[in-house]
């Protein structure tokens, strides 16, 4: 059986892959397979899991899903990442940084900018 993540806003169906990230067309709901996890923008209620069959799949666990994390705990991972990169061995800082690198890094960076800014102060796009 192979887990399916369908948004309930969009109907996009995402498939659970190790190591990959997936956002479904509204932006709502994203597939985070490196670090095993759903991200909801606005409410955990709005995706459901299905198996291959579109049969739901009714978790007997408990997940704690948190829409966004706040300022200080997006500082702790900003942090955490930097510490990580510092104690590489020197062999390890002379190689490339992977897409996913990047994309995690500016991640944080985004919602970091995010937090501080309300949005009416944010320019418009």
Known sequence: ?????KCKLCDSEMLQKEGDVITCKCGEVTLDGINKRIICQK????????????H??????????????????????????INSID????QAMGTYVTHYDLFSAL???????????????????
């Not at 706040?70 to 942090?79: A, G, I, K, V, Y």
């Not at 104690?87 to 020197?90: A, D, R, T």
């Open 1 to 5: 059986m192979v887990g399916i993540i």
């Open 43 to 54: 409410r955990a209620s709005n995706y459901i899991e299905v198996d291959d069959e579109g």
């Open 56 to 81: 739901k799949i009714v978790s007997d666990v408990d997940i704690d899903v948190k829409t966004k994390p706040d300022r200080q705990e997006l500082l702790d991972m900003l942090s955490n990442m």
């Open 87 to 90: 104690k590489l061995p020197p």
């Open 107 to 125: 991640m944080i960076v985004s919602e970091l900018f995010r937090s501080i800014f309300d949005p009416v102060d944010l320019p418009e796009a």
